[in-house]
């Protein structure tokens, strides 16, 4: 394969290309190409390519360049990585020097701030964070019961509490059905303590509705309370995206700070069922009979 059927081929399969990452797709064929023999060629499909980055030159990337280098690796690597999400089942996997040393099936797995910390700092390097398309995946579905943009048209909401550490705050949370995970506004999230950027937090770059957003992925406890005043928790890891007001997640409801996706809400212990009563606009939580 030439270097240009290369570019063409990922052309197919992500959209138009910049200058940058024609250059990036010209050096990794340069890195294949290079092997010796027909078989060891081809192998380089199995390759992991990119390289992690120091502690130190992370720290020294603007932030355009920090998404820059892990949407590059994802895109120079898909291949790979979609078949280690098949092997491992799992829709998210850590790389570091071409190993995945963290992997998980959702956010519920997914490690907190001290955990992360102790992971760069052992390595000396960033690592590279993938999620699959199915955990990203929202499908904006407008149920009854909360006002949105849409006149006559209303979304299910939920109050919910999330803490970290010492920190609490209060949330009426739209729950979405159609989200996997749970998204919150970055910025409310950072004034309430709930969590904290690192300088070496990795910056993720995703689509929704076909607009750019910026997040970070944190760990949050979040705890519900039922009409019978017990209590429901779990931990989760939270996609914190960055302007909320700005992205893509409000243009249903401008009022949201929080979107609780349904995955939680099969996590949460004990397990709950759900009983919506439309006329009141509430929701019952019932233990599942034993």
């Known amino acids: 394969m030439t270097t240009e059927t290369l570019i063409q081929k990922v052309r197919e399969e992500v959209g138009e290309l910049d200058e940058r990452s024609r250059e990036l797709l010209a ?3 340069k890195i294949i190409q290079s092997n010796d023999g027909g078989e060891k060629a081809s192998a380089g499909a199995n390759t992991f390519l990119s390289r992690n980055v120091s502690l130190e030159d992370y720290r020294l990337l603007p932030r355009p360049e920090r998404r820059r280098y892990q949407s590059e690796a994802e895109m120079l690597n898909q291949r790979w990585i979609e078949e280690r999400f098949q092997a491992l089942e799992a829709n998210w996997i ?14 519920e797995d997914y490690p907190g701030d001290d955990e992360m910390r102790e992971l760069r700092q052992q390595a000396g390097k960033i690592p590279f964070v993938f999620f699959s398309k199915f955990l990203l995946a929202i499908e904006e579905a407008s149920l009854p019961w909360h006002k949105t943009t849409v006149p006559g048209d209303f ?3 939920l109050s919910i509490v999330l803490s970290h550490s010492n920190n609490r705050s209060a949330v009426e949370a739209d729950w979405d ?12 999230l950072i004034n309430k303590g709930l969590v904290a950027i690192d300088p070496d937090d990795v910056e993720h770059e ?5 607009q750019a957003y910026a997040y970070f992925t944190k ?5 519900m309370v039922d009409t019978m005043g017990k209590s429901r928790r779990g931990r989760t890891g939270v996609i914190c995206v960055d302007d909320w007001q700005r992205s893509p997640f409000v243009n249903i409801n401008p009022h949201r700070t929080f979107l609780l996706g349904r995955k939680l809400l099969l996590n949460l212990r004990p397990r709950v069922t759900l009983d919506f009563d439309a006329r009141q606009s509430e929701v019952e939580f019932k233990e599942q009979a034993s």
């Open 27 to 29: 050096t990794a064929m």
């Open 94 to 107: 850590m790389v570091i020097d071409g190993r995945i040393v963290k992997h998980g099936a959702s956010l």
């Open 155 to 157: 979304y299910p909401t």
């Open 177 to 188: 059905t159609g989200a996997i995970g749970c998204y919150g506004d970055l910025a409310h």
């Open 206 to 210: 995703a689509h929704h509705l076909s």
């Open 219 to 223: 760990e949050v406890l979040i705890e």
